[in-house]
T-cell receptor
């Protein structure tokens, strides 16, 4: 079955440490997204990519970095510059490039990141 | 800007109806609706495009009034499985952010026997 796989499910970060969250999709989707979810805040966009080797900042990109070297992979690095990284992180993908007017986003099961 | 959802939370008995609203301060091209159960991934329900088309998914339907920049989600004869948090995501505006979905804070729906 096609889908989006996020790993690990739970992740702990020490102070001053960078950590990388994995996101892989086999849906052959062009666009991929990273969201951060905090209680009562909804989903906020961190980064998105509409095509390989290209990505754009979302609303809360500070302290995060991404890469898109392969169509199926869009890893997110939470750097030490992100002072409040504890949250639920969701990766999503959608079909087609450009505007996502009529393309639903498909989500992975998420990674829950906590500070040690 | 983040769309505003109302109510923030609602409790229903099985078989009752509910309406969830989503309002934006900017012109919209489309509205997406998702449902998320606790600790799980959001699941796509439907997309509404400009034109006021009403769509349905099982006993869940929605409308989109682009003039008022509002969308409403209608849940009829609610079932226990409808429990979860409902998010609207809006697409619109101008500039670099036009192709990003902006999600509301969610409406928590609890259906009890």
């Amino acid at each position: 079955d096609g889908g989006i796989t996020q790993s690990p499910k739970y992740l702990f970060r020490k102070e001053g440490q960078n950590v990388t969250l994995s996101c892989e999709q086999n849906l052959n989707h062009d666009a991929m997204y990273w969201y951060r979810q905090d209680p009562g805040q909804g989903l906020r966009l961190i980064y998105y990519s509409q095509i390989v080797n290209d990505f754009q900042k979302g609303d809360i990109a500070e302290g995060y970095s991404v890469s898109r070297e392969k169509k199926e992979s869009f890893p997110l690095t939470v750097t030490s510059a992100q002072k409040n990284p504890t949250a639920f992180y969701l990766c999503a993908s959608s079909n087609g490039q450009g505007a996502t007017l009529n393309q639903p986003q498909h989500f992975g099961d998420g990674t829950r990141l906590s500070i040690l | 800007q983040q769309p505003v959802q109302s109510p923030q939370a609602v409790i229903l008995r099985e078989g009752e109806d509910a309406v969830i609203n989503c309002s934006s301060s900017k012109a919209l091209y489309s509205v997406h609706w998702y449902r998320q159960k606790h600790g799980e991934a959001p699941v796509f329900l439907m997309i509404l495009l400009k034109g006021g088309e009403q769509k349905g998914h099982e006993k869940i339907s929605a409308s989109f009034n682009e003039k008022k920049q509002q969308s409403s989600l209608y849940l009829t004869a609610s079932q226990l499985s409808y429990s979860g948090t409902y998010f609207c995501g809006t697409l619109g505006g101008t500039g670099a952010g036009s192709y990003q979905l902006t999600f509301g804070k969610g409406t928590k729906l609890s259906v009890i026997p």
